[in-house]
């Protein structure tokens, strides 16, 4: 009875390893007889690097979970990313604020707006 079972048990292995390896092209093939690759288990954490980040963009946006939570290396990517695009933002509006004041004060004819208290018209000339 040993032998017997120690037989089948060659046999199911060999049948097991001979599909695995060979076998042609069947589905979760490739063309070389072997399993083909798996995809990816994660999606990437993808923002597109050639546009500043949109609303949609970051409403799309699907960070790969880990065992314990989120990849601390893709969140951390992703944070910096936005942080960098909103400082960039926040120094444009700065400007452009700055510009408009100095626009409506040149229309209004008051030059005095961009003087140190202090300094007369022929001083800042």
Partial sequence: MFW?????????????ALAVVGGGDGPGRTATGGLADAPPDRPEAW?????P??????????????????????????????GAELAARDARIAELEASLAGAQAASMGRDDLFRKPGDTAEESR
């Fill in 47 to 51: 923002l597109p690097p050639d546009r």
């Fill in 4 to 16: 017997f079972l120690l037989i089948a048990l060659v046999v199911v292995v060999t049948a097991v």
């Fill in 53 to 82: 980040v949109n609303r949609a963009d970051l409403e799309a946006l699907r960070l790969p979970v880990a065992a314990r939570g989120y990849r601390m290396a893709e969140v951390d990517d992703v944070l910096d990313r936005l």
